[in-house]
Each structure stands twice: as structure tokens, then as C-alpha cells.
């Protein structure tokens, strides 16, 4: 089955290119394109795509907000920020909404290409001109930490304690009731609301703040 993608920007010029981009490839789907914020909530109902490739400059409001509308409605969407944008602070803005992704418009087609498969793998892709924002803390990483913490959900919560304890992502699908792909996506989102980029830091988390 490929993946089903919806493209969410407000230039149709853009829609097209990209819609170009991953037609190279025959596991990638574009199912629809929106236009705004709202449109990208509306699709989402009613095609149920796999990933929304989403910008950030986008009406109403701007796409942080759309994502974190997106993953509440649908907790098991991938969202994919495409975008011209890179500063450091709507990165980690966009991972602690719950985007699995980052990715910046000047990638090439590869990169786009690779960050869909690898997101929808469970992973977080993060554009390798972004990758040393992960690194600058403007606050202590214990501090923005203990932030981060406060909006976890209970579900992120049992997730991340049954990592810590060594448990596959399928052992935890079982003991929670939910499928291998429910508990990637819970833990791609840990990940992006921790500033975290392995299962290590994980654990390491998890011991600091006695959840175990």
C-alpha cells in the first residue's frame, strides 16, 4: 500500500511541484492539497491520509497551530513540515505540536522523498541544515525538560516508561492494546516534545524524572 499524502500550502505553484516530486515515486500517494489551515482539518477527515506535508506560513493563524489541531483529532497522522523557514525556534516549536518532521524547501527531491518514508517509519527526520538546532538550548536542558514534561499525555507517559524498561515497539503495542504503528507514532512524538534523538536519551529522561 503506499503512502497517502495530503499537501497542505497556500501557493498552488508550490502544491504542484511538490505533487511532481513524489509522483518519482511509486509508494507515495497524493490523495489531496489544501490551500489553509482549515481546508487541511477538512481533508483530513474525509481522506484520511497517512502524512500531511504541511508549511508553516499558512492562513488562518499559521501550520503550528494546524498540527497540533491535526494530532489531537488524529494521534496516529504523521505530520511533515515542508518549509522555507529556518529558524531555530519554530523547529522546536513544530516537533513539540507533534510533527514527526522537519524539512526545508531547498532539499532536494531525495531528502523530501526520504523524510515521507522515514516519518512514516516511526522515525523524526530532521533536515541536516537543521540537525545543530537540536543541539542549541537557549534554556538548561534540564529546565526546558521539566517543561517539556508538563505536556506529556498519560498515554506518552506509559509509553515512554515501558521504553525505559527495554520493551520493543511491538511489546509495547501489546501490553498497551494498540497497534505497532499507535506506539511509533507516541514515540516520535515523545521524541519531539523532549528535544530527543535516541532511545538512550530516552531512558536517560525517564530515570532523571523517577519514572520508572
Known amino acids: 500500500m503506499p503512502i497517502r499524502i495530503l499537501i497542505a500550502d497556500d501557493h498552488a505553484v508550490v502544491r504542484s511541484g511538490i505533487r511532481e516530486v513524489l509522483a518519482t515515486d511509486p509508494d507515495l500517494e497524493v490523495v489531496g492539497e489544501a490551500e489553509d489551515g482549515i481546508e487541511t482539518l477538512r481533508l483530513a477527515e474525509t481522506l484520511h491520509p497517512d502524512t500531511v506535508l504541511l508549511d508553516i506560513t499558512m492562513p488562518p ?5 494546524t498540527a497540533r489541531r491535526l494530532k489531537e483529532k488524529h494521534p496516529d497522522l504523521v505530520v511533515l513540515f515542508l518549509t522555507m523557514h529556518e529558524e531555530e525556534d519554530l523547529l522546536h516549536e513544530a516537533l513539540g505540536a507533534g510533527a514527526a518532521g522537519y524539512v526545508i524547501k531547498r532539499a532536494s527531491r531525495v531528502e523530501i522523498i526520504q523524510a515521507i518514508h522515514a516519518t512514516n517509519q516511526g522515525d523524526i527526520y530532521v533536515h541536516p541544515a537543521m540537525t545543530r538546532a ?6 538548561t536542558t534540564n529546565h526546558r525538560r521539566g517543561l517539556a514534561a508538563i505536556r506529556l499525555t498519560r498515554r506518552e507517559l506509559d509509553v515512554l516508561r515501558l521504553l525505559a ?3 520493543t515497539n511491538r511489546q509495547i503495542a501489546d501490553l498497551l492494546r494498540l497497534s505497532r504503528r499507535t ?3 507516541h514515540r516520535a512524538n515523545l521524541m519531539g516534545k523532549l528535544g530527543l534523538v535516541s532511545r538512550v536519551e530516552l531512558v536517560n529522561y525517564a530515570e532523571e524524572h523517577n519514572l520508572l
Open 165 to 167: 524498561k527495554g520493551n
Open 183 to 185: 506506539v511509533e507514532n
Open 134 to 139: 537540536l543541539l542549541h538550548q537557549p534554556v
Open 61 to 65: 493563524g499559521n501550520g503550528i497551530k
